[in-house]
C-alpha cells in the first residue's frame, strides 16, 4: 500500500469559522483551484456520512473540466471528515484549534497518474488558496 500524502496549513482563524468556509458551498467555490487560471464554478456538500461532495473544477478557458466528487465515510463536525473518492481512494480532513487559529491537516491516498510531487503540490496550492481565502475575509 501507498503511503498518504499529507498537507497542512495554519490559518489565523478560529476553528468554527474555518469549518464553515472549507464545508460550505458558497465559499467552496471562491478557494477551491490551485491556480488563477482555474476556478470552482460550482459547488454541493452533503455534510453528513452517507452524503455526497461535489465540485465543479474547470480551467478559466474553458480547455479542461472535471467534477471532483466523493462519499463522506466519518463526519465529526468542526474538528474532522473523512470521504471516499469515486475511485476508492480515501481523504481525511482534519481541524485543530490553536491558540492562533486553526491548523487543517489533509491526509490522502495517491492516485497512479501522476506522480506523489505534482499531486502533493496541487493539494497544497488549493489549501493555500483556502488560507488566503478565509483570512481576507
Excluded at 469559522?17 to 467555490?29: F, G, L, R
Excluded at 452533503?46 to 478559466?60: F, S, W
Excluded at 481512494?89 to 491526509?107: I, P, S, W, Y
Aim: net charge negative; glycine share 6%; proline share 4%.
Amino acid at each position: 500500500m501507498t503511503k498518504k500524502i499529507e498537507i497542512e496549513a495554519k490559518i489565523s482563524a478560529p476553528a468554527a469559522k474555518v469549518w464553515e468556509y472549507y464545508t460550505d458551498p458558497k465559499h467552496i467555490v471562491h478557494w477551491n483551484f490551485a491556480s488563477v487560471d482555474w476556478c470552482c464554478p460550482s459547488a454541493e456538500n452533503d455534510l453528513r456520512v452517507g452524503g455526497t461532495y461535489k465540485a465543479r473544477m474547470e480551467a478559466k478557458d474553458g480547455s479542461f473540466g472535471f467534477d471532483f466528487e466523493a462519499i463522506y465515510s466519518d463526519m465529526i463536525p468542526t474538528k474532522s471528515f473523512s470521504y471516499q473518492l469515486g475511485d476508492g481512494r480515501d481523504v481525511k480532513v482534519d481541524f485543530n484549534a490553536m491558540e492562533q487559529g486553526t491548523e487543517v491537516k489533509v491526509a490522502f491516498d495517491p492516485e497512479s497518474q501522476n506522480p506523489v510531487e505534482m499531486q502533493r503540490d496541487g493539494w497544497q496550492a488549493i489549501l493555500n488558496n483556502f488560507k488566503s481565502y478565509v483570512e481576507r475575509h
